[in-house]
């Protein structure tokens, strides 16, 4: 029996220890083999492998044999676009080596634990199976939380609610182990508290993967409804100057009568009605000619369409507007950032007491653009530094669109809420 559980202790520990390294590689790299089952055969053949090395009782034996499955795997199995081979080897190295750094941790911190409780466990199998449980639980949570935010390269933003859930597993696993080693203080030494323990560890490894893969599941459906939104806000622009367009087309249609009609009335002497005549033109054609606010066309063209949408609000626009060349920037990233950020500061002016007013100035600053939109504003609740949209369902998406075409130039975006005013401020390197 105790020959069965030292298998068991080693067969846990080397799957806990494999089965991190492969979910590390499946996010940073790409797999050389389209075939799920070559992934799924190398992974139980290392913890096979390592299982047999570690019932030798051999640590230099089973160090090196580690270290040559792991980087055999990241050699042949995974592959970089940038074909740094080396790198890799170095990154999944390293991760090893972190992880029985937490390991080691977690049988110290147990070791204190014990000796803090005044428990001592006669039974060397047992505290074998106790040690392997506790650093496992240690290394798992320390992976999830931490070390694979810092060290992978496709990171996705956690929430405060998650992190919850982390913490009260972690809590319940140590409840869990404290009611173990209850029952060994009172002398019950069943080998099926073993079995137990190993389902804790178990069950930790596929719930914290599960939640990772939900989190990163729920980041993409953000980021497709964001490209989504700033998909409609290009094909919205897009209506309106075709709208223009044929409203221009249908004056332009009738220029030669417009032209002879005001021919006629200064003929007869009617200047007056003539310059009337030529002003209501001019009513037609305003909307349609975007004003010059920029030199951007795109940029013109956009704040031509919210200077008229905020006057039929009743919001004073005011723009200050330096010799800067915008040209630089992507016609969609200047709709996707001055279209939300202009339909955001409209929309909290409306929505407020006061006077009703939007500013925006462009300038440079050394090498690059700097951006600062006001307007006013109530109260604005913030979360995670991001102010808190009311618009339900798609919220913030608009701002996270923002951010992403900014992050294209290198960028910096601060925002702030002051005595009833909501300040923008962004700097753009060109």
Avoid at 240 to 264: C, P
Avoid at 339 to 362: M, P, Q, R, T
Wanted: neutral net charge; hydrophobic residues 45%; contains cysteine.
């Amino acid at each position: 029996m105790e020959k069965i559980m030292l298998l068991f202790c080693s067969l846990l520990s080397c799957f806990i220890v494999i089965s991190i390294l492969f979910q590390f590689m499946n996010s940073n790299y790409e797999k050389t083999y389209n075939t799920k089952h070559t992934y799924i055969i190398a992974n139980g053949l290392s913890v096979a492998i390592l299982t047999i090395v570690n019932m030798m009782n051999h640590p230099i034996l089973n160090l090196l044999v580690f270290i040559l499955i792991i980087g055999m795997c990241a050699r042949f199995l995974y592959y970089e676009n940038n074909g740094k081979a080396g790198r890799r080897l170095i990154e999944c190295e390293a991760l090893a080596i972190c992880m029985g750094v937490c390991e080691a941790l977690g049988v110290i911190v147990l070791q204190w634990i014990l000796q803090l409780l005044a428990v001592k466990i006669d039974d060397l199998i047992i505290l074998h199976c106790l040690e392997v449980t506790f650093s496992k639980i240690i290394l798992i949570f320390l992976y999830y939380m931490t070390i694979n935010r810092l060290v992978g390269k496709r990171n996705f933003p956690l929430s405060k609610g998650q992190y919850s859930v982390y913490i009260i597993i972690l809590v319940y696993n140590f409840i869990n182990l404290l009611l173990i080693v209850w029952e060994f203080m009172q002398k019950d030494t069943h080998y099926l508290w073993a079995a137990n323990m190993g389902c804790i560890v178990l069950a930790d490894l596929y719930l914290l993967y599960f939640i990772k893969i939900s989190n990163e599941k729920n980041y993409y459906e953000n980021q497709v409804k964001a490209l989504e939104q700033q998909a409609n806000i290009q094909y919205r622009y897009y209506c309106l100057q075709t709208e223009n367009y044929d409203a221009m087309l249908k004056i332009l249609h009738d220029v030669n009568k417009h032209i002879k009609v005001i021919e006629d009335l200064f003929a007869a002497g009617k200047g007056k009605t003539a310059a009337k005549y030529t002003w209501q033109i001019n009513d037609m054609l305003s909307p349609l000619i975007p004003t010059r606010y920029t030199g951007h066309p795109i940029l013109d063209i956009l704040l031509t369409d919210k200077v008229i949408n905020m006057k039929e609000k009743g919001i004073d626009f005011q723009a200050n507007i330096e010799n800067v060349d915008l040209k630089c920037i992507e016609p969609i990233d200047v709709t996707t950032i001055f279209g939300n950020l202009l339909d955001n500061a409209v929309e909290a002016s409306e929505n407020s007491g006061g006077h009703k007013y939007v500013f925006i100035k462009i300038g440079s600053y050394h090498q690059m653009i700097s951006i600062k939109l006001e307007n006013n504003s109530n109260y604005v609740r913030w979360k995670n530094g991001m102010p808190i949209s009311e618009k339900g369902a798609g919220r913030g998406l608009g701002l996270l669109n923002v951010q992403r075409s900014i992050a294209k130039y290198e960028g910096d975006l601060k925002m702030k809420w002051k005595d009833d005013r909501f300040t923008v401020e962004m700097f753009l390197n060109i």
